[in-house]
C-alpha cells in the first residue's frame, strides 16, 4: 500500500447506525399500513413496484414531496402536506448511535493531517435528520452525499467526483465501507479499501492502526 495520504470514510454502519424498524414505527401510521412492515420490508416497499424508486430519490432526481406522493398514491394513501411532513420526520429518524470509536478515530487522523472525506449514499431527509442531531460532519474537509451528486456509489463516476475535485491521487487514498460491492468499485479505481462495519469484527481503531501501523505522517 502507498503512502496514504487521504482517507474516504462511508457514513452508514461505518460512523453511524441505521435502523429500518424505527422509520417503518414512525411511517407506516401514516401510510394507514398495520401493522407496520418490519425494517427490511419496508425499505423493499418504498420501491412501490419500481426497483429504482428509492434509488432515484437518493440520487436527487426527485425530491422528498414527489418521492414520497409517489409512496403514497402507491399505497392509496390521501396525499396532504401534513403526511408528507410526518413521512419526512420519519425518514429523519433512520440512524440513529453513532459509533463512538469511530468518532474517536477521525479526531485523531484529522489532528495527524490527514485529509477526510466522506462519500455517502443519502437522501435529503435522512441526511437533514442527521446533521440536526450530529456534528461530525465538521470533522471532514468535504462530504459527498448522493442525492447532491446525482450519482451513487458503487458508480464510477461517485468516487471519481471525490478524487478530481479535490486533487487527490487514488494511491494515496483509503476508502472505507460497509458494502463489498462499494469497495469493489473503488478497487478497480486504483483506491485502496477496506470493509468495516459497525459492531462486527474488529473495532475501527484496530483495523486502522493496524494498516497505518509505521506510516509516516501524511
Not at 80 to 87: A, G, Q
Not at 98 to 105: E, K, M
Not at 116 to 121: K, R
Not at 166 to 186: M, V
Request: with cysteine.
Amino acid at each position: 500500500m502507498n503512502c496514504i495520504k487521504a482517507i474516504i470514510f462511508d457514513n452508514e454502519w461505518v460512523i453511524v447506525k441505521n435502523d429500518w424498524n424505527n422509520v417503518s414505527q414512525l411511517a407506516c401510521p401514516v401510510l394507514g399500513i398495520e401493522p407496520p412492515f418490519d425494517g427490511k420490508s419496508f425499505k423493499k416497499a418504498l420501491s412501490c413496484g419500481d426497483e429504482k424508486l428509492l434509488g432515484r430519490y437518493s440520487r436527487g432526481e426527485m425530491d422528498s414531496e414527489c418521492f414520497w406522493k409517489q409512496v403514497m398514491m402507491h399505497f392509496n394513501s390521501e396525499v396532504s402536506d401534513h403526511k408528507i411532513k410526518k413521512l419526512q420526520d420519519g425518514m429523519a429518524q433512520l440512524t440513529t448511535e453513532v459509533d463512538p470509536d469511530a468518532i474517536q478515530v477521525l479526531q485523531n487522523l484529522k489532528e495527524s493531517g490527514y485529509r477526510l472525506f466522506m462519500l455517502s449514499n443519502s437522501n435529503a431527509d435522512l441526511n437533514k435528520g442527521n446533521r440536526e442531531r450530529n456534528d461530525y460532519f465538521l470533522l471532514f474537509e468535504k462530504c459527498y452525499f448522493s442525492f447532491e451528486m446525482g450519482c451513487r456509489k458503487p458508480e464510477d463516476e461517485a468516487y471519481e467526483r471525490v478524487l478530481q475535485e479535490n486533487n487527490l491521487q487514488a494511491s494515496e487514498c483509503l476508502f472505507i465501507d460497509d458494502k463489498e460491492e462499494n469497495l469493489e468499485a473503488a478497487k478497480a479505481r486504483g483506491i485502496n479499501t477496506f470493509w468495516h462495519k459497525i459492531d462486527e469484527g474488529d473495532p475501527l481503531p484496530e483495523k486502522l492502526a493496524f494498516l497505518l501501523d509505521g506510516q509516516a505522517e501524511p
